[in-house]
């Protein structure tokens, strides 16, 4: 089982001696195998290198150019699928891996998300929390186009198989944008967490939140103590300042 945390303070990405951005990343290997780990890991090394040092469109941020950095960011995971697909002809002789992936960017006061798979990205401000990404898998498509009721969703054995993922048969981004607040909490996790951990208990522990790692620790001791059926990784940033400065 895994945890992640943040730095209490946002620490931003630097490119050409600018501070520009704070990111969190979530991406989590489908089928727990070693297939699944090596995807989780090329995927975070594709779409960070192309964050860190190809993207050029954070000027575009916030501005009537906001489609362009949007494009950008669905490209960004498209690129990280590829480098998947690559890597599996290259190392699993015609076998799959596959990885969710949850990105979230901040560009101040935006916070971008682009989703791919069921890992989940929450927001959380002024006591009220909000899910951010859409499960990418079968059982939320039938809620959707009103095939299932959504209290069924969470029970059906489809809830967990994926209708998008990074290397997987399809790989359809969703990018999201937030207008975000200081003193907010954005809190990324893979369904490891999910699968035992509700929206109104994870809401609970940030309204009683001391530190990142705190929350962070916290959570997932409890969806062990639930039995932890899967990896669970949670990664939490608090937004304590306004727009990073020089």
């Excluded at 297939?35 to 995927?43: K, L, T």
């Excluded at 006591?127 to 079968?138: A, F, N, P, S, Y």
Aim: glycine share 10%.
């Amino acid at each position: 089982m895994i945890h992640g945390t943040s730095l209490p303070h946002p620490e931003q990405l630097p490119q050409r001696g600018q501070r520009l951005a704070t990111i969190i990343l979530v991406a989590d290997g489908v089928g727990g195998s070693v297939a699944g780990g090596q995807a989780s890991r090329v995927a975070t090394e594709a779409i960070t290198r192309y964050v860190s040092s190809t993207l050029r469109c954070y000027h575009a941020a916030g501005t009537t150019k906001d489609e362009e950095f949007l494009d950008a960011l669905r490209s960004a995971a498209l690129g990280a699928h590829e480098a998947v697909r690559a890597d599996a002809d290259d190392h699993l002789q015609g076998g799959v891996g596959a990885t969710t992936m949850t990105l979230g960017i901040v560009v101040w006061p935006l916070l971008y998300v682009v989703q791919v798979g069921d890992s989940r990205c929450y927001y959380f401000s002024k006591g009220e929390l909000r899910q951010v990404t859409r499960d990418q898998t079968i059982a939320q498509d039938l809620v959707d186009r009103g095939v299932m009721p959504a209290e069924r969703a969470s029970g059906s054995p489809l809830s967990h198989v994926l209708s998008s993922a990074i290397g997987g048969p399809a790989a359809v981004p969703e990018v999201t944008r937030v207008d975000i607040q200081r003193g907010c909490i954005i809190l990324a996790c893979s369904d490891g967490l999910t699968k035992h951990v509700s929206d109104a208990e994870i809401k609970a522990h940030l309204v009683d939140l001391r530190s990142s790692e705190q929350v962070c620790r916290a959570l997932v001791e409890l969806a062990l103590a639930r039995g932890g059926t899967d990896n669970i990784t949670v990664v939490v940033g608090r937004a304590r300042t306004g727009p990073p400065t020089e």
